[in-house]
């Protein structure tokens, strides 16, 4: 069993910057077997879960269209932690962010992100 647990949320003006945190706990061997597959999604109220930025094969990464250039995703596989760093953040940006990995299928509970006008 793998628990993801995320932190790092909260309230910005805009263009602001956060750094969401995934950490990953549990297995060691599941661990290891799903950290490369984590990505980060938001939901916004009113709205469906939607990807914002995952890693893909060969160390490349891979980003929602409306948070290139402004989201990076990144991983301390020591750490079993997988950060969202976010810059330029906009209002419409605001949303619950979740951790997921698509191996086992688990979710974390979600951190609220708040970018104020």
Known sequence: QVVLVESGGGLVQAGGSLRLSCAA????????????RIAWYCQAPGKQRELVARFISA??????????????ISRDTAK??????????KPEDTAVYYCHEDLFGY????????VSS
């Not at 997988?82 to 953040?89: C, D």
């Open 25 to 36: 706990s549990g297995s060691i061997s599941s661990i290891n077997r799903c950290i490369n």
């Open 80 to 89: 079993n932690t997988v950060y969202l760093q976010m810059n330029s953040l």
């Open 59 to 72: 160390g490349s990464t891979d980003y929602a269209d409306s948070v290139k250039g402004r989201f990076t």
């Open 107 to 114: 979710w974390g509970q979600g951190t609220q992100v708040t």
